[in-house]
């Protein structure tokens, strides 16, 4: 998104070409983000309403690139919008669908990453940058079986007529001077570290799950609760599927000790007699404001040791946390109801498919690969494609918007040569 | 046409409707007078949110709008474009603060909705009385200057002469490069600077889109974005540079190590830091090196010098010391094989691309890392000893050593705070120079016009520093592309008949905005430079200042509404 | 719980367990006490038992660990809270519980009469402040009753005098500063002593205080709110005296001489300039530092309650270190300007050099042969 603000503010036409529903990745997800604690809807919301809003920006949501040929100045990409079953012109985005849906409430959300359910027809949430429905094509029954009642309920609920079960798969095709990767990051899936029970006991759950119990317009309206309790004794590990070849993740994942700090200090704040234990190995506070940060975590009684867990299991109600406290050089087993795992940042799991796509290459651990290290971050080896963000490397929200105003900076000296020339 | 305002209640998710009853103030704001229509709605800045407004606008013909939301800060800019685009004037936009005023303080859900209702009737009854102000534009100078010739402003010189505009790149000291150019190779990668650097200052200097001035020094400012004036020294001449916007990149220093005197540095010559240390192995070729003349057998290295350390008002962490340090280390294994190397550290802060991976190497080649900061240094016959607990063993331990090298952070220039005040430029509590906003806006700064790259704006290393001198660049070229700017519509306006020419209003405004007529004998306000920040208009001793927007007229009947 | 009570008080939590403190600390040098990883166990281990902790009486509460730590906690506070809940429950060494009743009886901890403390200045002259002066000398209890610290405290006598110092002292009227009561975990007692002496000081309109010992120094200075005199050590009243050409130091002294911070005087209070003003300005005395010096001297154990607990190590001894060191340098004279680092070092070259071997001496008694 900030590329593309940059890039058409000065003046050029920008394609954001979005597979999801909505724009907004990973950080709509987010509750509070560190250092500062800003709401983070808050600051994105007006972001995602600005590229709405820009002349110079055509938004193609729910769309994927196909093909990418040609080069620097003279791009031709193809891009397959998938169909939404719901005409945009029409639909207003009031919801009515969604509460009627006969699916409502069955299908884990993804927004929520399975905190809350929804139904095949589904607004990601409320701030939905464009706030229009989509149909889940694997999940409605009338897509499926061909028949939901005697009318779909969602047909019926929608006073605009907007339901549209005719939509087919189009293909557009752009044409561009240069392009910008921006395709984010995938979470590691906890599931590969069969020690910590991810998946088998629910009250171990990950970051990015924590994130929306905490958010206020999440499905929880921000209470920290399990089944209705508030747990007691919070431990939250750290490093999980990052700096562990034993799962082939070697790299570290950037963001994780700084959210986890953030998380720890949220508990604090909600449930303030809570019991508060972060598992590490190093604390990775580098960036402005986060050593601060985290010495006032600290202070409000977040309890670090040092040690990575090494295994959950669960003895009656309670989840008992194994691990080695290395500075006291002894093992420990720490009580839990709550146990939050920051799991790592993992390249997306289509990444070999678009580098194919590009024809970029990616680098050892699995990220897009930029032309130098040192002093070309936003450059690929191909002239006039650029990264920015998570897809090139784990990054927090400021160094990726950092990178993203970078990469825009290659395109815009890109886009006005061509136009010297022209 | 009469006046017609249309009042919209935001719940904020459940930010504002959760202490505020949301509806009751709907409803009270329906029984003001002249109010058409009032709304609430889950999140006005949305999409549907102000699609509603600008619908209501039409179907009812509104010619004020009230939202009852979040503070102007976050979203006035949001709404103004609304009613903007709904064909009225963006100045017949008042906001009311029911969030950061009211529901986020307030925790019983009476009192806070009590509130809520007087600040929306405030803000109502000062609607009526809003003015539509005209937004002016102005052209841009099509060039850009940048301070600091390091790698950041280095960077970002190419990036805006390369875009096709003209550049003037001031770097104090007679060479480019700064930092850069003391270092040996650089981490993860290994790679020698030297070439690196080299082929960077060569496109610089061969640059036609840029006018290089060495040993010179910005000196003077004035104007604003779109048509700055900077004075600067060039040599013994002082020379005035016309741009549109600038970009400030003048780095950081290193930590005086003296300044934590346990460890002996400048009492022992080997004790040394982590810069001396780029040089010593620069100097010798990267082959092998010496200490008095002999080959080091026990090199210790230290980490955080100087930073995360409250003992010397440094709180903050420098971010490359440790992944320097890794570096270093392995370049001593790599020289001299034999020599015993040890890193003592407190967290190993290896978080970037390849930077984990780095110190699996290094620790795979021999070095030792050792969890425990040092407490201090002393001799023994002619070795050093490092007294450090092994925090892992638990145990205090006394280590020799041949050589210590010390990673002393970064901090802000020293001479930051000039620059500061030239460019009248907010340091955050760092001492680094603080961006417009931490999150979404990190090169950008307060100022409109001045953007930040490198390390001036906190530590970084050279691919961060790399890319964000890029993202001000982009920054800085947006103003240059778009030709023209907007400025601040809201301004103070001189009434000529009670103004006296006293003065006291021009000593007041910081954006020297104020200046006397010379015929007149009156003050005349410069409306391109003037923020409207109201200074001039609360010192001017015969009320001859007002300000538009917010005029004594509407400020009191706000008030009225409140008390 | 004990744990946790201190954890809060402490603001333990906010540690980062990087070791600065313990790595520093001069005890551990020799002790097991370790002080970072017995902030650990507070904030971790639930049924932490202080009482067992012996090594709680090794710290010499030097600050070495406070002054050192990244995260500005305060360690050596830490210890002494600790002590106090050992106080609490009576744990404490028998010696310590006699220096600590000694103090709430007689005002002193050397278990000597309280009518007696002013007994070493009979024949000196020496003015009783109530009979009115400019200066008050706080002469503090090791050089009021220890004979060898006495001589310190006449030295001072002779300096001032010659240098026409109005002074007096408190005569009987003094008690003990309470610095060491503190530190040996009485707080209470700590307090009374305090206000005893405050008392005692508003009734005499001084301008000025000047103590021998750096401890009583570091009290008034730093632990006694509500005083509003200015107080001074010595050092750096003499330094002055020197300064303004009120001290001529006229007589050669041929000696090489070597100097140790005390670390209530340099570490805590930044005062390493002063001394080695006045040791420069003895005629003839050639000063040389030694290597530990200044911020990174070492501490000669005589603090925080351990001229009357030996420690859980009394063989191995720091001042032994530190009189070899100052051997090693050729020093024919150990200087310092504090009465324990004094006794303590005094009585290591005994061992170590034995009579006639390095002497220790007081700056002020350097000062006097210079006379
Ligand atoms: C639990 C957690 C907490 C965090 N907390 C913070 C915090 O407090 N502060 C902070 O600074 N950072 C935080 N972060 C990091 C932050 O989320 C990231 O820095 C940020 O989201 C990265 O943005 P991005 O645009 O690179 O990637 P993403 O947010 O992943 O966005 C990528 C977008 O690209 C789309 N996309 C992917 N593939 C394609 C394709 N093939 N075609 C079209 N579109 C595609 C995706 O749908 C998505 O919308 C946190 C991360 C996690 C996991
Ligand atoms: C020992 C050491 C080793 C390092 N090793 C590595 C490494 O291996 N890899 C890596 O990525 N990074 C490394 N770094 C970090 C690297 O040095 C920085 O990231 C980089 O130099 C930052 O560049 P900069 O342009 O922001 O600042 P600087 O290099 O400080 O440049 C600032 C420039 O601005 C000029 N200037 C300052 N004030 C003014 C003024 N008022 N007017 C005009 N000009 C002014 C200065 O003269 C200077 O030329 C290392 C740093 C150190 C200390
Ligand atoms: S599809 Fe119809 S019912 Fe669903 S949100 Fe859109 S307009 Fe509303
Ligand atoms: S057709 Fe049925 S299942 Fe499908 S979205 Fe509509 S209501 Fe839900
Ligand atoms: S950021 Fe922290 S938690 Fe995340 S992988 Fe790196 S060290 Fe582990
Ligand atoms: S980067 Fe490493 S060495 Fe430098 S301050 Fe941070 S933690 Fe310390
Ligand atoms: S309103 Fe502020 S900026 Fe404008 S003239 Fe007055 S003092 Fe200057
Ligand atoms: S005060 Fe001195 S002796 Fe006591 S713990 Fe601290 S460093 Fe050790
Ligand atoms: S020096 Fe401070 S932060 Fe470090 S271990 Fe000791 S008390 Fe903790």
């Not at chain 1, 240069?178 to 590969?192: C, E, K, M, P, S």
């Not at chain 2, 795979?364 to 425990?372: K, P, Q």
């Not at chain 3, 429950?89 to 309280?114: C, E, F, H, Q, V």
């Not at chain 3, 501490?299 to 190590?313: F, H, I, K, S, V």
Request: glycine share 8%; charged share 25%.
């Amino acid at each position: 998104m900030q590329a593309s603000l940059d890039i058409a503010d000065a003046g050029f036409l920008v394609y954001l070409v979005e597979r999801e529903p909505s724009i907004g990745g990973h950080m709509a997800q987010l509750d509070k983000t560190f250092p500062t604690l800003d709401c983070s809807s808050c600051i994105l919301t007006p972001k995602m309403v600005d590229v709405a809003r820009h002349p110079n920006i055509q938004l193609i949501s729910y769309a994927e690139v196909v093909g990418a040929d040609g080069g620097i100045g003279h791009f031709k990409v193809g891009v397959k919008q998938k169909p939404r079953y719901v005409d945009v012109d029409r639909c207003t985005g009031c919801g009515l669908c969604v509460e009627a849906c006969r699916l409502k409430g069955r299908i884990s959300s993804e927004f929520d990453v399975g905190v809350s359910k929804r139904g095949a027809v589904y607004i990601p949430f409320p701030q939905a940058v464009p706030l229009k429905a989509t149909i889940d094509p694997e999940r409605c029954v009338f897509i499926t079986r061909g028949v939901c009642g005697k009318v779909p309920a969602c047909e019926e609920a929608c006073s605009a007529e907007a339901i549209d079960f005719q939509q087919k798969e189009e293909m557009i095709g752009l044409e561009v001077g240069a392009i910008i990767v921006a395709t984010g990051f995938d979470l590691f899936d906890a599931r590969l570290k069969p020690e910590f029970g991810y998946g088998l006991y629910p009250n171990v759950i990950t970051g990015l799950q924590f994130e929306r119990l905490s958010s206020a317009s999440g499905p929880t309206r921000g209470k920290i609760t399990l089944n209705g309790q508030e747990p007691k004794k919070v431990v939250f590990i750290q490093c999980v599927g990052s700096r562990d070849k034993s799962v082939g993740v070697e790299y570290c994942s950037r963001v994780c000790c700084m959210f986890t700090a953030k998380q720890a200090h949220l508990v604090k704040e909600k449930i303030p007699d809570a019991e508060v234990t972060v598992l590490y190995i190093d604390v990775r506070a580098f960036g402005k404001g986060f050593e601060e940060f985290y010495d006032r975590v600290r202070g409000e009684g977040v309890m670090y040791r040092r040690g990575n867990a090494s295994e959950i299991c669960k003895r009656g109600e309670r989840l008992i946390v194994m691990a080695e406290d290395t500075l006291l050089g002894e093992s420990v087993q720490l009580e839990a109801d709550l146990v939050v795992l920051a799991t790592g940042i993992t390249p997306r799991g289509d990444a070999q498919d678009l580098a194919t796509l590009l024809r970029l290459s990616t680098s050892p651990d699995g990220f897009f690969q930029e032309a130098h290290p040192k002093l070309r971050p936003v450059e690929t080896e191909r002239e006039g494609v650029y990264l920015a963000g998570c897809c090139q490397g784990p990054k927090d929200i400021p160094d990726g918007v950092a990178q993203a105003k970078a990469a825009a900076s290659s395109v815009i000296i890109a886009l006005r040569n061509g136009m010297e020339v022209s | 046409m009469g006046l017609r305002i249309g009042v919209y209640v935001c719940h904020c998710g459940v930010n504002i409707a959760a202490t505020v009853d949301v509806e009751a103030v709907t409803r009270f704001a329906l029984g003001l007078p002249s109010v058409a229509i009032a709304r609430d709605y889950t999140y006005m800045c949305s999409d549907p949110g102000q699609a509603l407004i600008k619908e209501d606008i039409k179907k009812f013909g509104l010619t004020k709008v009230v939202v009852a939301s979040c503070s102007p800060m976050m979203h006035e800019p949001t709404f103004r474009g609304t009613i903007q685009e709904a064909g009225l004037n963006p100045y017949c936009l008042e906001m009311a603060n029911i969030r950061e005023q009211c529901s986020w303080v307030h925790e019983e859900e009476e009192e806070a909705t009590r509130k809520a209702i007087q600040l929306v009737a405030a803000a109502v009854d000062k609607a009526f009385l809003l003015e539509p102000l005209e937004e002016r534009r102005v052209a841009v100078t099509s060039a850009a200057l940048v301070i600091g010739g390091g790698i950041a402003g280095m960077q970002a010189a190419l990036d805006i002469a390369n875009a096709g505009f003209q550049v003037y790149l001031v770097e104090k000291e007679p060479r480019l490069g700064g930092h850069l150019a003391q270092l040996d190779k650089t981490f993860p990668t290994l790679e020698p600077v030297a070439p690196l650097l080299a082929e960077e200052i060569r496109e610089v200097e061969g640059h036609p889109n840029i006018d290089l001035l060495t040993s010179a020094e910005v000196i003077g400012l004035e104007g604003y974005i779109g048509n700055f004036k900077v004075n600067v020294t060039d040599q013994a001449t002082i020379r005035e540079l016309k741009v549109g916007t600038i970009l400030v990149a003048t780095g950081y220093d290193l930590f005086d190590a003296r300044l934590k005197p346990e460890y002996g540095y400048g009492i022992y010559e080997k004790v040394i830091t982590g810069l001396e240390f780029e040089r010593l192995v620069s100097l010798s070729g990267s082959r092998k090196f010496w200490v008095n003349g002999k080959e080091p057998q026990d090199v210790l290295f230290i980490q955080c010098v100087g930073s995360r350390d409250k003992s010397v008002g440094q709180e903050y962490c420098s971010r490359i010391c440790c992944m320097y340090t890794a570096k270093q280390a392995l370049l001593v294994k790599e020289m001299l094989p034999q020599a015993r190397v040890t890193v003592l550290y407190m967290d190993v802060r290896a978080y970037g691309k390849g930077f984990e991976e780095f110190y699996d190497q290094v620790r795979g080649e021999g070095v030792l890392y050792r969890r425990g900061n040092p407490s201090e240094i002393y001799k023994n016959g002619k070795r050093l000893i490092v007294r450090v607990e092994d925090t892992l063993l638990g145990e205090p331990v006394q280590l020799e050593a041949d050589l210590v090298v010390l990673a002393t952070g970064i901090t802000p220039r020293r001479d930051s705070p000039k620059i500061a005040n030239l460019l009248k430029l907010p340091r955050s509590p760092d001492g680094f120079f603080m961006e417009a906003h931490p999150k979404l806006r990190p090169v950008d700064t307060v100022t409109e016009g001045i953007y930040l790259a490198g390390c001036c704006q906190g530590p970084k290393d050279i691919p961060d520093t790399v890319t964000q001198a890029k993202a001000a660049a982009a920054s800085a070229m947006i103003p240059l592309c778009q030709g023209q700017v907007k400025v601040e519509a809201v301004t103070s306006i001189i009434d000529e008949e009670l103004c006296s020419g006293c003065g006291i209003c021009a000593e007041m405004c910081v954006y020297d905005a104020l200046s006397l007529h010379e015929r007149k004998g009156v003050m005349t306000i410069n409306e391109v430079l003037c923020k409207g920040c109201g200074a001039c208009a609360a010192a001017c001793p015969s009320k001859a200042i007002k300000l538009s927007h917010f005029t004594p007229a509407q400020i009191l009947a706000q008030v009225d509404a409140l008390v | 719980m004990e744990g946790q009570n201190l954890a809060q008080a402490y603001r333990l939590f906010e540690c980062i367990q990087c070791g600065r403190c313990t790595g520093g600390c001069p005890m551990s040098l020799k002790t097991r006490f370790n002080i970072r990883r017995l902030i650990y166990e507070a904030l971790v281990d639930e049924d932490m038992d202080l009482q067992s902790k012996e090594v709680l009486w090794d710290c010499s509460t030097c600050a070495t660990c406070t002054l050192r730590c990244p995260k500005g906690l305060d360690p050596t506070d830490m210890v002494i809270g600790m002590r106090s809940i050992l106080v609490d429950g009576g744990r404490i060494p028998p010696t310590i519980r006699d220096a600590l009743k000694s103090l709430a009886i007689r005002g002193n901890p050397l278990t000597m009469a309280r009518e007696e403390r002013a007994d070493w200045a009979e024949g000196l002259g020496v003015k009783e402040i109530s009979e009115g002066a400019e200066v008050l000398y706080f002469v503090g209890c090791s050089p009021s009753y220890d004979p060898r610290v006495q001589k310190v405290a006449k030295a001072m006598v002779q300096a001032f005098k010659k240098a026409e110092v109005e002074f007096g002292i408190l005569g009987n009227e003094e008690v003990c500063c309470g610095s060491e009561a503190r530190r040996m975990g009485e707080t209470g007692l700590f307090e009374m002593l305090r206000e005893m002496n405050l008392e005692t000081l508003e009734r005499y309109p001084v301008e000025l205080v000047v103590t021998t010992s750096p401890h009583c120094y570091n009290a008034f200075q730093n632990e006694y709110q509500g005083l509003n005199l200015k107080v001074q050590h010595y050092t750096q009243f003499v330094a002055g005296l020197i300064n303004e050409g009120r001290l001529p130091l006229s007589k050669e002294v041929r000696r090489i001489v070597t100097y140790q911070d005390p670390c209530f005087l340099g570490k805590q209070n930044k005062i390493f300039e002063e001394p080695r003003k006045i040791l420069r300005s003895i005629p003839g005395l050639e000063l040389r530092e030694l290597d530990r010096s200044r911020e990174r001297s070492l501490c000669c154990e005589g603090g925080g309650g351990r001229m009357w607990a030996e420690g859980t190590n009394p063989e191995e001894r720091l001042a032994h270190t530190r009189v070899q060191e100052a051997m090693d340098l050729g020093a024919e004279v150990l200087a310092t300007a504090c009465p324990f680092c004094l006794l303590t070092l005094e009585d290591a070259a005994k061992t170590v050099a034995g009579e006639g071997g390095i002497q220790v001496m007081d700056i002020m008694e350097l000062v006097v042969e210079a006379l």
